[in-house]
């Protein structure tokens, strides 16, 4: 969507070979920013588009990717990451949510998976030593599950959109364009375009579901998977941790399980320059599962096994074959070696 109505057809004619549609929504336009629904002018236009999106595509696809300008997304983990949830169900993934103004926050409201824990085994301390633990939520995650039991009609801050969300086509049919418009004309003075995308999905009666990765360890913040802060060194450069090797099981964990990373563009000083640093970061994660998976792999190295050692008991001579002969005749057929030994020898 753009703020510049005069470009729609140009846009729609160019990019019309990616599949891509422009339409016209305006800035805020209210002298007043204390009545703008969100902080800046555009960010109103942020919260319509997956709306827009959905219902100028249709609801032929599974999932959508709702993300900052500057959100990367990598694949491989989104892929394998919703395989295990239910398109057809309303769902809103996210662990980077915000709360108390900061995020992520293990106090946010939200549930986990239906399932989740089957084993029940108990969350590592980290997680049970907060004041809010959520629970697994089935068939979806609804604000009732969401909220704590002594807290029962709480709100909800909502995902970082830096962060991004995947939503289902389940949820985007339960929130159409013009319900979504209405919910959205209805908040003033939130802090942008994901709060109020994040609002109108909990009015609706979804709440957001953490994949619970990060709930698996004792340390969670270092495991978030949707734009981990503490760890973005690592995400940003994978391959250089694997090579260098300093890559222990929580760094390979995180590399399999990270589904997305806020680029920052603003941090970039012209758009390609950003552009090619998201790219390259695509392809960095890509080769860094390769090498995971290429590790993982041990049956497919040649060579003998590791922990090996070849003897270093040298085989003896034959008779009359010098060590040059010897090494000639390395690979041929025995009678080939013969022959090339006489020769030698005459």
Known sequence: MTDNETEVPHLNKVYAKYDEVYEYFPNENDPDPHKWHAKFPGDMRAAVAPFAAHRAFGDGYKWMLYGDDDTVFFMPNVRRLLSRFDPELPIALSDNLW???????????????????????????????TKYVPRPSCPYCTPENACPETKPNCTMTGAHGGA??????GLMRKLLYDDALACINSLIGYSGGDSLVSQCIWRVGVGFTDPGDSLLYDSPYDHVTFDNLANRLLVKDPMGALVVGNCDEGCSSLIRTAISFHMRGKSYSSFPKAAAAMFGLVEAHNSALEFLELLDNVDSR???????????????RPAGISAHASVAAFGRTPTEAEAAVRKKDL
């Open 99 to 129: 709360y108390d103004s900061r995020h992520p926050r293990l106090e946010s409201y939200r549930c986990l998976p239906c399932g989740f824990n089957k084993t029940g085994d108990k969350l590592p301390k980290a997680q049970l030593d």
């Open 302 to 316: 040649a060579g003998r096994p590791v922990g090996t050692r070849q003897s270093t008991k040298r085989a003896a």
């Open 164 to 169: 991004g969300m995947l939503l289902s086509v």
